[in-house]
């Protein structure tokens, strides 16, 4: 047997082994569980986020964990091995050979310390932002609100079920990035250290505010002056930060004024959906109905069409009227499994242009859209011509 260099000891002598030559291999003497060492298998472009420590575990004593990097989450799953595989320590921490009697030095062995049974393996998921939404319903802003707190250990800590960017960071699974893209399509904004979604009647009075205003000042709708309309809304009683985030939800910017401030656009789609939602909030209303009360609220220069709702309401046939009533897909959840369950209770076979607009938000990795049809539908199309029907799988 052709031995390793004498400086190879542990796993450097395994390493450093030539081809066609072999090794002894014994127990090492603390060789047992150790549980505390989990091989973890790992793609390429991980391994630098790993290296740098730019990655944490995320998750609740109740929940499987994650692995997060700056900008993506994975799943961890146990694979067990077929066959043995052997943990053997560098030469630091191994006991490989000693001298006999004679001063000779022994045959040099590889001393295995853990067999171990798998490993783990790393799958990239969708952040769990379900638990997000929850987390930030709990306690919407609303008019004229006073936060509570009491005093624990001598620190003021808020009582009303509130959360600061650390506690969501703790508590839901999802990377920072996904976690703040999060917080934009939910409309949060951050008060007093709290992020916060912010009550849609609340939201519809600051914007009825910022209407008549555009008019006295002779505002354009599609170049609002940031400063100017802060300011103004402001003198009327509302928070300067909620003056911003009015901006942020209902418009987007546009470039800037003369002043250095920020031009903001009103979005016509969000702005008019708004005002659709506040109506259907009464409950289910005939389509003439709708639409002549929708075009008296919307603000004059945008025009309201019924392709706007797509995905925010529902149509059925009564007799010879046309109903409507809201069905918001931003209500849904966002795993798979729920929304398709959810949406087959709500009709069990769907046309797939009324389907569409409540599945194309949905993201899983390595899964498009028409692999998410084939797991979780049926489709039926009597003739090549023929609108596909959707059903339960």
């Known amino acids: 047997m052709e031995q390793p260099h004498p400086s190879c000891r542990g796993a450097e002598a395994v390493l450093n082994l030539q081809s066609g030559s072999s090794i002894s291999v014994a127990y090492h003497p603390l060789f047992g569980p150790h549980d505390d060492l989990i091989l973890l298998e790992l793609d390429e472009k991980l391994l630098p986020h790993i290296l740098q420590q730019r990655v944490t575990l995320r998750g609740q004593p109740d929940e499987d964990a994650v692995l997060c990097t700056p900008s993506k989450t994975y799943g961890i799953k146990f694979v ?126 600051l914007l009825m505010a910022l209407f008549p205003s555009s008019v006295l000042n002779d505002w354009s709708l599609n170049a609002l002056n940031e400063n100017e309309v802060v300011r103004v809304l402001v003198q009327d009683g509302y928070p300067q930060k909620l003056a911003h985030h ?44 709708l639409m002549e009360e929708w075009r008296h609220k919307i603000p004059e220069g ?39 369950s959810i949406l087959f209770k709500e009709r069990s076979k769907w046309e797939w242009k009324d389907l569409q607009p409540y599945i194309r938000d949905l993201k899983v990795p390595g899964l498009s859209l028409e692999g998410l049809l084939l797991k979780y539908t049926r489709r039926i199309q009597p003739t090549l011509d023929a609108e596909p029907i959707f059903s339960a799988r």
Not at 257 to 265: A, D, K, T, V
Not at 270 to 283: M, N, T, Y
């Open 302 to 340: 945008m025009q309201a069409s019924f392709d706007m709702l797509e995905g925010e309401v529902l149509t059925e046939k009564l007799g010879v009227d046309l109903w409507v009533r809201a069905f918001s897909v931003s209500a849904l959840p966002l795993t798979p499994a729920e929304r398709f």
């Open 80 to 205: 067990g091995n077929s066959n043995s595989v052997f943990l053997i320590p560098p030469s630091d921490h191994s006991i490989l050979c000693d001298h006999n009697g004679k001063g000779h030095i022994q045959q040099a062995s590889a001393s295995v310390i853990k067999v171990a049974p798998g490993s783990m393996e790393l799958v990239e998921v969708a952040p769990r932002l379900d638990k997000l939404r929850l987390l930030l319903s709990e306690n919407p802003y609303r008019s004229g609100e006073v936060l509570q707190f009491e005093d624990v250990d001598g620190m003021e800590k808020c009582i009303a079920g509130l959360y600061t960017w650390d506690d969501l960071v703790d508590k839901v699974q999802a990377s920072d990035e996904e976690l703040r893209t999060g917080l934009i399509a939910f409309s949060a904004v951050e008060i007093d250290g709290y992020w916060r979604i912010v009550d849609e009647e609340y939201m519809g009075k």
């Open 246 to 289: 009015c901006l942020s939800v209902y418009g987007s910017k546009v470039g800037e004024g003369l002043n250095g401030s920020c031009l903001w656009s009103l979005d016509e789609r969000r702005v008019c959906v708004h005002f659709a939602r506040e109506i259907l909030r009464g409950g289910k209303r005939k389509m003439e109905s």
